[in-house]
């Protein structure tokens, strides 16, 4: 189940408040482009900008779409392990395929520390477990040498690794690894990554998933190819704070409200205009790719 490409889901705002009725229409437009599963409440979502009500209300929305058609990943963040445990001991009651968890942010524990961490949330749950290695949000990396420990425990099944400098040592590991930094994704898949969790999918889920789909037919040389073709684009989805350029290039598809939520600003109108020129791209990487497949 953890390999493919997810999407790890915005939260669409309307003066202030959650969008629900365009959260639901988008979880159903992703639900059907053939992605493996979407993660709610995460980086991308805002999570950590929601109040708890809206938390509950986001996931309720998403599940009430997705009924099954695809997994669900919900991301679970902070600082104190005991209020981790207590968000998904809240989050139990929903039929999600398991926890994105990332360890304690600013308190910056030893890897001794972050075991601990993630011991306890095990212990906790019988859900599957995604470790979230994201060092630049927490402080903390997981390293290799943990990530080995925790894979011992059967419901930690998968790490969202950020970090490509670990990412061979991660293939080596019986634990399935999806890529969380963009730009890093054909990387990740040839150093034995099963997928990613790419806030990219959000405008070209398609052309992940085929590049997933050359590595693993062993056309790489084709894949690295369309690949490049993206960075660019990757390049300007997160030359602002994440989600802003997303939310934008989302909202001139029409999909969406560019809004955030403050502190994250909106992409400013200079990228706005460079996210509009991006369409072109896209549409010649996907030409590239029909006539290549």
Known sequence: MYSGIWIPLVTPFRSGEVDIEALQTLTDHYARTGI???????????????????RVTVLQAISDVVDGRLPVLVGIGGFDTREFVREIRRFERWDVAGFL????????PDQAGIAWHFEQIARETERPIVLYDVPHRTGVSIEPATVARLAEHENIVAIKACVAQTFDALGKLPINVLCGTDEAFVD???SGGHGGILASAHVCADLLIEIQSLMQAGDAETARRIFDRLKPVLKLLFSAPNP????????????ISDEVRMPITAASAALVAQLAHAHETLRSARAELAMTV
């Open 244 to 255: 802003s350029a997303i939310k934008a290039m989302l909202s001139i598809e029409g999909r």
């Open 36 to 54: 493996a599963g979407i993660v709610a409440l995460g980086t991308t979502g805002e999570a950590a900008l929601l109040s708890d009500i809206e």
């Open 101 to 108: 968890v990332s360890p304690p942010a600013y308190v910056c």
């Open 188 to 190: 990740c898949l040839a």
